[in-house]
């Protein structure tokens, strides 16, 4: 099993602004992923953070907005760019194990509004 | 991607057993059955998975259907701690999909004491 920590957990932001949201995985892993939750909303993949290599984005998400890292097997990040309240959700990372035996984890997620 | 349909709300006594079941009628062949669960202010968390045959492990089993077309999680004794939102996911093992899933709406499970 893999336990992946989060930071920050929550954090209120101005329009217009950043954030860095880190990624850390206890173990080494081979995939990496980043969803958004919209409040009230099921999960919604954004990408595929690749390791060594540019992210993979899903449809309607862009490296501009969305700019993520993946230095190594066992971190990531994701920043939420020049933010608007309508990027207000919990935004999530996981990991799939060495095995790759198709289990995925789940960290407990950032929190953010933008006012 | 395939989809899964899935009832909004379930609702079970604490101690009873609760059938979470999903339809999946454009399943192919290489699609795994996953099950995931969000407790409240909490990441997902790994449930189960199959492919064909019926699988049990220490959280719950998933009955599998002969065409494969529906599956059932299937909780054998909730507890209050098992209230939280199901999510059933055809997960594609092979290609450029692989590690993908797609969430559904997902069926919200409370559990009465």
């Known amino acids: 099993s893999a336990v992946i920590s989060q930071k920050p957990s929550r954090d209120i932001c101005q329009r217009g602004t950043s954030l860095t949201i880190q990624c850390q995985v206890d173990s080494q892993v081979t995939m990496m992923f980043w969803y958004r939750q919209q409040p009230g909303q099921s999960l919604t993949l954004i990408a595929t953070?690749?390791?060594?290599?540019?992210?993979?984005?899903e449809s309607g998400f862009v490296i501009d907005k969305f700019p993520i890292s993946r230095p190594n097997l066992t971190f990531s990040t994701l920043t939420v760019s020049n933010m608007s309240p309508e990027d207000s959700s919990i935004y999530l990372c996981s990991a799939e194990g060495l095995a790759r035996d198709n289990e995925q984890f789940f960290g407990p997620g950032t929190r953010l509004t933008v006012l | 991607d395939a989809k899964t349909t899935q009832p909004n709300s379930m609702e079970s006594n604490e101690e009873e057993p609760v059938h979470l079941p999903c339809n999946h009628s454009?399943?192919?062949?290489?699609?795994?059955i996953h099950w995931y669960r969000q407790l409240p202010s909490q990441g997902p968390e790994y449930v189960i998975h199959g492919l064909t045959s019926n699988v049990n492990n220490r959280m719950a089993s998933l009955a599998i259907a002969e065409d494969r077309k529906s599956s059932t999680l299937i909780l054998h004794r909730a507890t209050l701690r098992d209230a939280a939102v199901y999510y059933c996911i055809l997960f594609n093992a092979g290609g450029t999909s692989y590690g993908k899933l797609t969430f559904g709406q997902g069926t919200i499970l409370t559990v009465h004491p």
């Open positions: 953070a690749n390791q060594g290599s540019e992210a993979t984005y």
């Open positions: 454009t399943i192919s062949g290489t699609d795994y």
